[in-house]
């Protein structure tokens, strides 16, 4: 045990103590104040507190000062002293005195990683695989590329509203913080526990097994792919997206525009191949281009659906609002380039699949972009195999990095465990949220099916936007004054919100089935966690003492919300 004396520097001295704040506080906190009243009090963050020594049994631990060490740390704890205030305002952080920052996630990503963040997320294994789906619900050649531009004016049109959400709500989050800023706890909610639990993992399962089926295919020439072979290199590509977006932001928006450049090169050569094609007079199959074509309501919401699966990430760049660089400009000029420069390179991808396959060759194709290769560039077919494993792994990164901030936000908010809030102290990553995103991905690569994930995936996510697309509404006409530095026509967030309605349902009308209503349960059992967890804050005690264990073993502490 130490000697006393080092704790006092005279007799005369009196002793201070630190004060512990109650165990709800959001932060720890040490009040020291001089026992004999006199002096200023001082507030330490938990993050500039010592390690703290041995206290007595049963009691709250306690840090013990002499006057001359308090002298020695004087200006520390200055530096430290801030306000409390209420975390009610969606617009109110806290402030510290003489500048000391707070934790909190980097502004890293300006308008190249932005427009790289959206392309890149958008062109990953749909424009690969979805073209044979679009044909076959479309039936002609014409109608599906129309169907494919179609899908992009949408995307376009909901991403110049969301731009607009984006520089009236600047948080990060998406569709769950204008859900809760606009609608309340409740809606907000259950989007954060369907899009956590469900929707983002199956997304990031779906498109890293489908880098999977092309990253082994060429081990396994003449035969498919064994299923177990398939899984596990999907797993490794989350495990290793799980590592680079821990480490560092700039690191994985690295990743991601590197991946974009070469994906953007694919594309290009499918499209020179195309175009040749077509120059030497391979146009049958746009002869008699819509005979075929099939107009049923549910038909079309079908191959909405698997069209809209390739331009999934028109919105990534709202989940990350805090970290842009300049948002009322970055946010609607990335949109501006990057869905109008992904549509006009999927019509042209697609034309070159019609000039150089028949309809029914596309159909009977179970990976389009080699089929075109085996045909167009015979013994070069396998950059083909490499160009699309490339391009998924690049979505797979961009998909990872946006839904690991919608759980970290929703825990933030307090929807989700006060762990998946936290941020590295030093990558200053969220990575506990990272972390959970990952497991739960991993679980949905177990049961996966590409087609099956993509219908229901899009179900959910479409009854969402729905919601959020009408909030802008809302704001729009309840409250027109409310600064914002981009504003879109209205007319364009109506046509997005009869296309949602639509897009909800068509299917269950036309084609209802069993699957959409566990889907509907799903969501609706997300009732039964809101109120005893949310509502009426009922938290078992051992989840305290688990956050504080995996604090210290992952090195995460609380952040603030960074609003400009």
Not at 345 to 354: A, K, M, Q
Request: glycine share 8%.
């Amino acid at each position: 045990m130490q000697n006393k004396s080092q704790y006092f520097s005279s007799a005369a001295a009196e002793p201070e103590c630190a004060e512990v704040l109650p165990s709800d506080s959001s932060s720890l906190e040490l009040t020291i104040r001089p026992l004999g009243g006199s002096g200023e009090q001082i507030v330490l963050k938990n993050q500039d507190l010592p390690c703290p020594g041995s206290a007595e049994e049963g009691s709250n631990p306690v840090f013990w000062y002499s006057s001359q060490q308090k002298a020695d740390r004087d200006h520390q704890g200055r530096s430290t002293m801030r306000r409390r205030q209420t975390a009610d305002s969606p617009h109110e952080s806290t402030d510290l005195s003489e500048g000391k920052e707070k934790l909190r996630l980097k502004q890293e990503v300006g308008l190249i990683s932005g427009v790289s963040l959206i392309a890149g997320t958008m062109i990953g294994s749909g424009i690969f695989m979805s073209p044979e789906w679009v044909l076959h619900h479309m039936g002609s050649p014409a109608s599906s590329l129309l169907m494919w531009a179609a899908c992009g004016l949408l995307a376009m049109f909901g991403a110049l509203s969301y731009a607009e959400l984006g520089t009236v709500i600047k948080e990060s989050g998406g569709e769950y913080i204008y859900i809760l800023r606009i609608f309340g706890s409740f809606p907000a909610f259950l989007f954060a526990y369907t899009s956590v639990i469900l929707v983002r993992p199956a997304a990031l399962a779906a498109v890293c097994l489908s880098f999977a089926e092309y990253a082994v295919a060429p081990f396994y020439p003449g035969c498919s792919s064994p299923q177990v072979v398939i899984k596990c290199t999907a797993a490794a590509c989350i495990l290793v997206l799980t590592i680079i977006n821990c480490l560092n932001v700039r690191l994985a928006m690295s990743v991601m525009n590197v991946f974009t450049a070469a994906k953007l090169l694919a594309l290009l050569v499918i499209v020179v191949g195309g175009l040749v094609l077509l120059a030497k007079g391979q146009t049958q199959s746009f002869q008699n281009a819509f005979q075929g074509t099939n107009a049923g309501i549910g038909t079309i919401g079908v191959a909405f659906y698997q069209g809209l699966w390739s331009y999934d990430g028109w919105n990534n760049l709202n989940y990350v609002t805090e970290e842009l660089k300049n948002p009322e400009v970055t946010l609607p000029r990335a949109v501006m380039i990057a869905i109008p420069l992904v549509t006009c390179l999927y019509l042209l991808v697609n034309i070159s699949y019609f000039a150089a396959m028949a309809p029914s060759e596309l159909l009977t194709s179970g990976a389009v972009a080699v089929t075109w290769g085996n045909k167009v560039l015979a013994n070069w077919a396998w950059l083909i195999s490499l160009s699309v494993a490339l391009s998924t792994f690049g979505s797979s990164n961009g998909t990872f990095f946006s839904g690991g901030r919608v759980c970290y936000i929703a825990a933030r908010e307090g929807h989700m465990p006060d762990i998946l809030s936290m941020a590295h102290v030093r990558c200053l990553t969220p990575s506990p949220a990272l972390l959970f995103t990952s497991a739960m991905s991993l679980i949905m690569i177990i049961p996966g099916n590409f087609t099956s994930i993509v219908t229901y995936f899009s179900f959910i996510t479409w009854i969402f936007y729905g919601m959020t697309i009408s909030g802008l509404l809302y704001l729009k006409i309840k409250k027109p004054d409310l600064p914002r530095s981009y504003k879109v026509p209205i007319v364009i967030p109506i046509i997005v919100l009869i296309a949602a309605v639509y897009l909800v349902l068509a299917p269950i009308i036309d084609q209802p089935q069993i699957e959409i209503l566990y889907v509907v349960l799903f969501i609706c059992s997300g009732i039964v966690l809101y109120f005893p967890l949310v509502r009426f804050k009922w938290h078992p005690h051992f989840l305290q003492t688990v956050t504080l264990h995996l604090q210290q073993f992952l090195e995460v502490a609380p952040t603030s919300r960074d609003v400009n």
